[in-house]
């Protein structure tokens, strides 16, 4: 089943009125993928969709999980990690403290990734990773440290990339069809909620990562987005963008440096 | 041969975006018809091919130099401009907001397949509705097929390179069968059609 772009501006509007969640600053390309897939999953049309929203409590928590893109990998993209490793992690070994924010990260992959890195590199007993991201139920199996043990195949894969020279296998218990990310590797996690749309700043950091999230909103919320991410970065703390995704050419650009420029990593200099 | 019908004619005048899907073995064809397309080409052209992620390739900049219009990879939110020729980056599907600026997702493979071939033929229909011209070749999965039928039902353009000559018939073979192609093209056919294209197309 097929939404046209009308019927997208419809339910912006009514998602914003009845639970004042604000989807008007999503590319809407992405946004009408999401929601035909949406009826298609859940065989309704689009009245029955709206029906749904206003009518059917507990529904909305559905709603988000689909309409936003959950689509996660261990590593994915594994040079980024190598460069990482390489070109950051010297820096941030310097800091007593290391606070990691990993933004718009759905069922944690990466940040078990990232604590991964960062305990091989001895960096993580003083360092706290949060996990954010809109959807409390993506949230609670990103908390679980479970994963799926055939994604691990191609996850190990793309750790072997990173040349870290073990194996992944060192880092999880493999039980039944799960892996288990080892205890002491989510001590200093915490998974919760926050919106780019709408929340602010809750602290400050030395590394944050938001990769392939930009990508889903319009240019002018990636510029919003974006300020909010230089506003949570501590002064010469690094911004990890998704390959793809470059800062936006404006006010802000002078005020970071360019650490890689295939992977999109910067440095806060002002 | 495109000139003789009319219906074909009309559409080719017609054209918003040019979007071109191959996999295994179209390769080659593919770089054969971006090299004939024409400097003064009045439309973008948004190319899907399947390769891997994990592996950096130079090929568009590669291309770039051979061919007569601008080749790049695709950047999010990048208005679509005449004359250049757009390719999904791996990893990333490729898709057309409203405003004829491209977006990247990376939302599940679609057949396996990321970018996939449907999805970016499907967006572009939703966009560029009956001006639309897609072009399917060699390929070795299903990838396409559904795209094609998305551009037929908006009244576009479909056109795919004749099985016989391609290496590998599944992709353009299964977008036949689906019964969503308007034109299937032998090899000699799609680059005079590549070479011509601008003299079809209605600029005002």
């Given at each position: 089943m097929v939404v046209s772009f009308g019927n997208l501006e419809e339910l912006i509007t009514l998602v914003n009125n009845v639970h004042g969640f604000d989807l008007s600053g999503y590319s809407r390309a992405s946004l009408k993928r999401r929601v035909s897939r949406i009826l298609t999953i859940y065989q309704i049309d689009f009245a029955g969709l709206k029906d749904s929203l206003v009518n059917s409590p507990g529904f909305f928590n559905e709603f988000l999980v689909e309409v936003t893109v959950n689509v996660t990998e261990m590593f994915r993209d594994p040079t980024f990690y190598k460069t990482l490793r390489e070109e950051i992690h010297p820096y941030l070994a310097t800091f007593p403290h290391i606070k990691v924010w990993s933004a718009?990260?759905?069922?944690?992959e990466e940040v078990y990734s990232l604590a991964i890195l960062f305990s091989k590199d001895g960096l993580y007993t003083r360092t706290f990773i949060y996990g954010t991201d809109i959807n409390t139920a993506v949230l609670e199996r990103a908390k679980q440290g479970i994963i799926d043990l055939k994604k691990m195949k191609v996850y190990s894969d793309n750790y072997l990339q990173t040349d870290s020279g073990d194996s992944l296998s060192e880092y999880y218990t493999a039980m039944y069809d799960s892996a288990i990310v080892h205890h002491e590797l989510r001590k200093n996690i915490l998974f919760s909620t926050h919106n780019l749309v709408s929340d602010g700043v809750f602290n400050e950091f030395q590394l944050i990562t938001c990769r392939n999230v930009l990508i889903y909103f319009t240019a002018d919320l990636q510029h919003k987005v974006v300020n909010l991410l230089y506003a949570s970065l501590a002064l010469f703390g690094f911004l990890c963008l998704g390959a793809r995704e470059t800062l936006p050419a404006d006010g802000l650009r002078h005020k970071f440096r360019v650490i890689s420029k295939t992977h999109n990593i910067y440095q806060k200099i002002a | 041969m495109l000139e003789s019908n009319p219906y074909i004619a009309n559409k080719l005048r017609h054209t918003g975006v040019l979007v071109l899907g191959c996999s295994a073995g179209g390769f080659k064809m593919l770089l054969t018809m971006l090299k004939a397309?024409?400097?003064?080409?009045p439309v973008g052209v948004l190319v899907v091919i399947h390769r891997n992620a994990n592996y950096e390739t130079h090929l568009e900049a590669n291309l770039a130099a051979k061919c007569r219009i601008v080749v790049k990879v695709a950047e999010d939110k990048e208005p679509i401009r005449p004359a250049t020729a757009y390719f999904a980056p791996a990893g990333y599907h490729l898709l057309v907001e409203p405003d004829r600026s491209l977006s990247l997702d990376t939302s599940e493979p679609v057949h396996f397949c990321r970018p996939s071939i449907d999805v970016t033929m499907q967006s572009a229909a939703d966009v560029y509705g009956a001006s639309t011209v897609a072009i399917l070749l060699s390929g070795a999965n299903q990838d396409g097929a559904e795209g094609m039928e998305s551009v037929r039902k908006v009244d576009g353009l479909c056109i795919v390179q004749h099985p016989r000559d391609a290496e590998v018939e599944t992709m353009p073979a299964a977008a036949i069968r689906k019964g969503a192609v308007d034109l299937t093209l032998t090899n000699g056919e799609l680059i005079i059609l590549s070479q011509g294209l601008s003299n079809h197309i209605f600029r005002n």
């Open positions: 718009g990260c759905a069922t944690g | 397309l024409p400097a003064n080409l």
